[in-house]
């Protein structure tokens, strides 16, 4: 009985690399029952997600090797739902908005209340976990004639063909049309989808680009939804 119990410990992924900060949050979870896991940077933090299941991120935004923003963005273009806290030192409205407009659930400003954290995690968790809340997850994209299947990475493009594409090819169609009429440029588009990867040349993006045309665009060579914007990068127009 008593492993069954730990086994139902709400599990936490706290990223943060301020140590004294660290250890203050650690333990105030660690009373509250919650199975915390530690990481000390963006890159061990991506790692830990995709290799384990956690009820809830508390995410630091201002980190080492890959900042809190782009941890975000990484996990949500790998389908991962975790919730996630953004923890910050900065307060301004645009930081609040940036983290809650590419996947964030909450943001709390350093310094901050302990009481106040603890409550906001509760909430997380419990609203997370409720059943009937979260929607069902939107995994088919339509535009045009074409349809596409994040889930099982399939696509049926205009003239009616059906391809399986590679993971990464998938996780760039995401990010692009998650931003869709807005113009993302390549370098972002380099440190969102590789991140700390092998690092490609702005060239490997445009390869990207042009195999999408080939799939999705009845005219490749006047492009209607992958949009070049020259010496900036690129923009997805669904209409």
């Known amino acids: 009985m008593e492993k069954d119990a730990q086994d139902k410990k709400p599990r936490i992924l706290l990223v943060e690399d301020e140590e004294s900060l660290l250890e203050v949050i650690l333990m105030n979870l660690k009373m509250e029952g919650y199975d915390v896991s530690i990481a000390r940077d963006g890159k061990q933090a991506i790692d830990m997600a995709r290799q384990a299941r956690y009820d809830l991120c508390i995410l630091d935004i201002m980190l080492p090797k890959v900042d809190g923003f782009t941890v975000c963005k990484t996990l949500r273009l790998d389908n991962n739902k975790v919730p996630i806290l953004f923890l910050s030192a900065k307060s301004t409205g645009a930081d609040r908005v940036e983290g809650l407009k590419i996947g964030g659930d909450d943001y709390l400003t350093k310094p901050f209340n302990l009481e106040e954290l603890l409550l906001r995690v509760s909430n997380l968790i419990r609203l997370h976990k409720r059943p009937g809340v979260e929607a069902k997850d939107v995994n088919m994209f339509r535009f045009g004639k074409n349809e596409i299947n994040f889930s099982t990475f399939e696509i049926t493009t205009y003239d009616g063909n059906q391809a399986t594409l590679s993971k990464r090819e998938i ?69």
């Open 171 to 239: 996780q760039l169609l995401r990010f692009l049309i998650e931003r869709n009429g807005e113009v993302v440029s390549r370098e972002e588009i380099l440190e969102t989808i590789w991140g700390y990867d092998v690092y490609p040349s702005t060239r490997t993006i445009d390869n990207y680009i042009l195999a999408f045309r080939k799939y999705f665009e009845e005219n490749s060579k006047n492009p209607k939804y992958f949009q070049s914007i020259r010496g900036v990068g690129y923009k997805f127009v669904s209409e």
